[in-house]
């Protein structure tokens, strides 16, 4: 574990690899292991490791799912003056490392959906330049372990006001970004009718939670 989170540390926060990393998006894992272009980049080297191939599902999903997150991470605008101080934090503190770029790798793992990785990414972007702090970040890292990618569309819409209620939207979606914490909800009307049964239309909101989740999730 040790050996995969120094060489996460130092892929993912020297931003001259992050070209590379797009690269291996565009072409592919294959093409990246028969140019042998993973000698490059220590994460890849890694986790492909001396035979240089990634054959079983599970290793080629974590790199794909790795690749994604620090190529979004370094993507737009990066404020090298927080990115440094956050370098020197883990650099000199073990436990600090394994403890986050850990939780992270672990998270990764566990990832199908790529967007999730880039979720993550962007929310561990915001905690690196102090915009949140780590448990907000753990927060919202949990979210994204529980939410079903299909329902980010009626998210967005919902934030930006296009949506206020489950009569505009599939009840079923609503439902459950509102268990997971992201919509808050109060009952608008309620129609009983004694051949099939009842019918309950919500109002449906933002609250602090997704506002975060939108806010950074929103920023590509």
Same mark, same amino acid.
């Given at each position: ?8 540390e130092?892929?993912?926060l ?9 690269d291996?998006l565009?072409t592919?894992?294959?093409?990246l292991l028969?140019e042998g272009?993973?000698?490059? !980049?220590?994460i890849?080297?890694v ?10 599902i /599970?290793d080629?999903?974590?790199l794909? $799912? #790795?690749?994604?997150?620090?190529n ?5 605008t ?14 000199n503190d073990?436990?600090?490392a394994?403890?986050?770029?850990g939780?992270?790798?672990? !998270? ?5 959906d ?9 929310f ?12 907000q970040?753990?927060?919202l890292?949990?979210?994204?372990s529980r939410?079903? !990618?299909s ?8 934030y930006?006001?296009?949506? /206020?209620d #489950?009569?505009?939207?599939? #009840?079923? $979606?609503?439902e459950r970004?509102?268990s !997971? ?5 109060a %009952? $608008?009307s309620? #129609?009983?009718?004694?051949?099939n049964?009842?019918?309950?239309e919500?109002? %449906? $909101? ?10 950074f999730?929103?920023?590509?």
């Open positions: 574990m040790d050996k995969i989170i120094s060489a996460f130092i892929t993912l020297d931003s001259t690899l992050s070209g590379a990393c797009a291996i565009e592919g894992i294959d093409s028969n272009i993973f000698n490059s !980049i220590p890849v080297n986790l492909v490791g001396t035979a240089k191939t990634a054959q079983n /599970h080629r999903n974590l794909r $799912q #790795t690749i994604k997150f620090i979004t991470f370094n993507a737009g990066i404020d090298h003056t927080k990115l440094n101080k956050y370098r020197d934090k883990i650099s073990s436990k600090k394994e403890e986050e770029l939780r992270v790798i672990i !998270i990764l793992n566990n990832n199908i790529v967007k999730k990785s880039e979720l993550l990414a962007q561990y972007k915001a905690y690196v330049f102090e915009s949140i702090n780590w448990e970040f753990c927060e890292s949990d979210v994204i939410l079903f !990618i329902d980010l569309p009626l998210l967005f819409k919902v930006t006001n296009e949506v /206020h #489950t009569s505009h939207c599939i #009840t079923y $979606q609503a970004l509102i !997971i914490g992201l919509l808050s909800s %009952i $608008q309620m #129609t009983i009718s004694s051949g049964g009842s019918n309950t919500k109002h %449906i $909101q933002i609250n602090e939670l997704s506002k975060m989740f939108c806010s999730g929103m920023n590509r």
